[in-house]
Every structure is written in C-alpha cells, then in structure tokens.
C-alpha cells in the first residue's frame, strides 16, 4: 500500500509505502519510494472526497493526514508527504487556532506519535489547519476550487477558495482548497475588517500577505495567504519562488511567491511565461505626455495609499512605482490591472473585474521590446524592435503618433483606465495593439490556476 504528497508546487507526487493496520486501504499509480511508516489509530485510511466527507463516518471527517515532516525550526525545506484519508474529528472550529499533531507539534489531545506517523490535525469536520511559521495555525473551511461552477462547499462574502500546494491532492491533482479572507492587494488591508498586513502580528514585517486567487466566477481575485519563507524580500523585478525539479532547477512560481505587496507579474525576457518575476502593486492614474501632472501619473497615483513590508501601515504615497518604493533598479510605470491581468490572450477580450482599474502593477517597460512597425505582420522587411515607451512617452489619445518612434498613443498601449478605454472608438484595435506590447504576461495567473505555497520554508 502506498501513500501519496505533493511537492512543493503540488504538481507531482512522491510515493512512500505504509506498514499500516488492517483497517487501512489504499492505493495509487506511481513510483514507490520504501519507507516504512507505522500509522496511528485515530487515522484510518483510504482515500476519502473532502468536499463531500464521504465515505468517513459521522464522527470521522475526510482530511489530509501528514505521514512525515521534518521540524521547520533545525530543516530549512520541510519534506511534507501525504494523503487523502479519514482521520476522527477534531473540536477546534473555523477561526481557531489549531496544530498538526506532528512530531514538531505535540499537544495533550493529540500527542507525538513519532516521525513518520500519519497524523491530522485538531479541526473540526470540514476545516483544515492552516499553518504559520512557527507551527501554530488556524483552522478554515474546506471548499471547492471549482467556486459557483463546481458542487463542494463555497467559501462566504469578502472570501476566496484557494488552492494550497502539496495538499489535498488525488492522482496529483488538488481537489479542494480553504477559504482565506479577500484583500487589497494595493493596501494590503482585509476586504472585511480591514486588518493592516492581512491580520499580521508583527505588519511591519508580515508573515502573510495579499496574493493572486480564483474568485468563486472564476475570475482573478486576491486573498490572504502566508508569505513562505523562501519569498521574504523578492521585491520588485525578483524572481518568484516556485517548485523545483530534482536537479534544483525551477520549473513554476507560487501564487505567494513574492514578499507581501508584491505579486506575479512579468517573466524576465529570456524566460518562457511559466517563470514570473515579482512586481510591486500600485494605484493607477491617466498618463500621457500632454502635461506635467499627468506625465508624472505614469508611476501611479500620488494621493492614494500603498502598503511598504516594511512599514507598519499603509500609507499615502507608498503605491509609487519609483525606486526604493515599490519600484526597483530600472524605471516602471503602474499599468492598471486590466492592462496586466485581465486582457484573455486568446480572444483580446477584457474580463470585467472590481480591480481592473484600482488595482495595478509596476511594468518594467524597460525591460522588454516590441514590433512597433508591425513588420512581421505586413510581410515588410525587418526591422528591429524597440524598447516599450513609458506612457509619460506617449501623446494623448488624438495627438499626433508620429511624434515619438512608436507611432502609437498612450490610449494604444494601455495608459488609460479600462472605463475611459472601452468608450473610445475601435477598442478592440487597442487591445491587438497592447497583446503584442507584451508577450510576457502570463495567462496563467488568471483563475487561481498557480497554487499558493503552504509547506513551511
């Protein structure tokens, strides 16, 4: 019989075989690596839907149950293996704090019962243990990924289903996420309460964060979730954390990835889109070259409030894309949300969001080119491309676009918001043009499809 547990992109599965009682049933396809571990007797196994509870009895309740870590305070990268089974209830409800009854964790209800033994946590039926850095956690409701298209539990209001790596997985595929509460990913504040740093203790060096998710329609949306240790201090045009081959080399980011207030935004140029640099978040404004203010507007809006990881609370004039704020070594403009995320690469259609024109992120326009002549396309002989323009750069919409190198305008390349775009003439035509500005955005980020990291680092 074999038991299995994500890595930590929660896209493949290690394999270990279970001496386990004789009311223990289970199996999966798979490369089988021999570890023998010996499994206690509140857990029984088998495989087990989290979404429905079945086929556990009343006072069993589908959850994941760890075989073996190792302890996150003497190991730098926790080996997290485990499975889909039932496991007796526990009696800690959604919002209280819980533990994972591992062998870094004991507690008189649940005491240690060894390295390598299959162990749950305390929560209550249809809640799992949401761990912070030092191993305590938080119970929080187990839902169903899929949101309103799906027929598993939907997380509330001013809530979001995330996907959590190495977790919950079925032949290497997450079937069920937890509810995190939703955010500003700009402010970094709670949609609900509005806690600082998304309800840190310390938010002047957070441990959680506001990251890209799925929305119950399946659209982009934003929820808390804990910062991996890994991904302290990738700030602005840092590479995200993510999963690595067995050679050590990545192969994904995580949708937490980043330090809190920056989120996957544009790979480098020599990178395919499966790998993202982390961005800062931004508020932002109009911009083109027709005037001082509105020429300055390019690195965001200077009267709205931003949140810096290193500042206790947000404040006015930390939303800036400029260096040593949200910015970094190399000039960015705040591009608005809908610029960034929300254009289907597929069809250049923009899929309508609440954040589409309040949320932005730090474009490094300076980092990429594009065929601005569209030589390519007309079959005309080649040229070479040029670097994108700032939108500082660019004439207003109706100016003259042969006055800069670009031949373009700033309505053209996405410096205006999504609701003054949409209602000029031939809005489609904008979208082609803002789809070849940059090949880098990845779709993927859209619909929660990057899970968030949960293995301690």
């Given at each position: ?194 806690e600082e740093a998304c309800g840190s203790p310390d ?127 190399g000039p960015s403009d705040c591009r608005y949300g ?93 979208l082609k043009s803002i789809q070849k500005l940059n ?19």
């Amino acid at each position: 019989m074999v038991a299995c547990g994500g890595d930590d992109g929660g896209s493949d599965i290690t394999q270990v075989t279970i001496d386990a009682p004789e009311d223990v049933t289970q199996g999966v396809d798979g490369d089988i690596t021999d570890v023998v571990i010996d499994a206690p007797a509140d857990v029984t196994q088998g495989f087990c839907d989290p979404l429905t509870q079945t086929p556990c009895t009343a006072d069993e309740r589908c959850t994941w149950i760890v075989e073996s870590r190792d302890d996150p305070s003497t190991t730098p990268i926790e080996a997290d293996v485990g499975r889909l089974g039932c496991a007796r209830a526990g009696t800690i409800a959604v919002g209280e704090e819980c533990v994972i009854t591992g062998p870094a964790f004991p507690t008189a209800e649940f005491p240690s019962v060894g390295m390598g033994a299959g162990v749950a946590d305390n929560c209550a039926k249809g809640a799992w243990c949401r761990q912070f850095l030092d191993g305590r956690g938080v119970c929080k409701t187990i839902c169903d990924t899929a949101g309103a298209a799906g027929t598993g539990p939907q997380c509330g209001t001013n809530f979001n289903c995330a996907r959590m790596s190495a977790t919950f997985l079925s032949m290497g595929t997450v079937i069920a996420g937890i509810c995190e509460p939703t955010c500003n990913p700009v402010t970094q504040k709670t949609e609900a309460t509005g806690e600082e740093a998304c309800g840190s203790p310390d938010p002047a060096n957070p441990y959680l964060g506001c990251f890209t998710g799925a929305n119950a329609d399946g659209t982009l949306g934003f929820a808390c979730s804990r910062v991996p240790r890994a991904a302290k201090g990738r700030t602005d045009r840092r590479r995200a954390h993510g999963p690595t081959d067995s050679g050590g080399v990545q192969t994904g980011v995580f949708s937490n990835g980043c330090e809190a207030g920056y989120i996957l935004g544009f790979g480098p140029a020599d990178e395919t889109v499966t790998i993202a640099n982390c961005n800062g978040t931004c508020y932002p404004a109009d911009s083109d070259n027709s005037t001082s203010e509105l020429a300055a507007a390019a690195i965001g809006d200077p009267t709205k409030e931003g949140k810096l990881h290193t500042k206790a609370a947000a404040a006015v004039g930390d939303t800036l894309c400029r260096i040593n704020n949200k910015g970094s070594a190399g000039p960015s403009d705040c591009r608005y949300g809908w610029f960034a995320f929300y254009v289907d690469p597929e069809t250049n259609v923009v899929l309508d969001s609440p954040y589409q024109d309040n949320v932005g992120i730090c474009y490094p326009y300076s980092d990429f080119t594009y065929d601005h002549d569209e030589d390519e396309l007309t079959g005309m002989p080649p040229t070479a491309e040029i670097g994108v323009p700032s939108c500082f750069q660019l004439p207003p919409y109706g100016g003259n676009p042969a006055s800069t190198p670009h031949n373009r305008t700033a309505d053209e390349l996405g410096c205006y918001s999504w609701a003054r775009t949409r209602n000029l003439p031939d809005p489609t035509a904008r979208l082609k043009s803002i789809q070849k500005l940059n090949p880098y955005r990845n779709a993927s980020f859209t619909g929660g499809q990057v899970a968030h990291k949960h293995i301690l680092q």
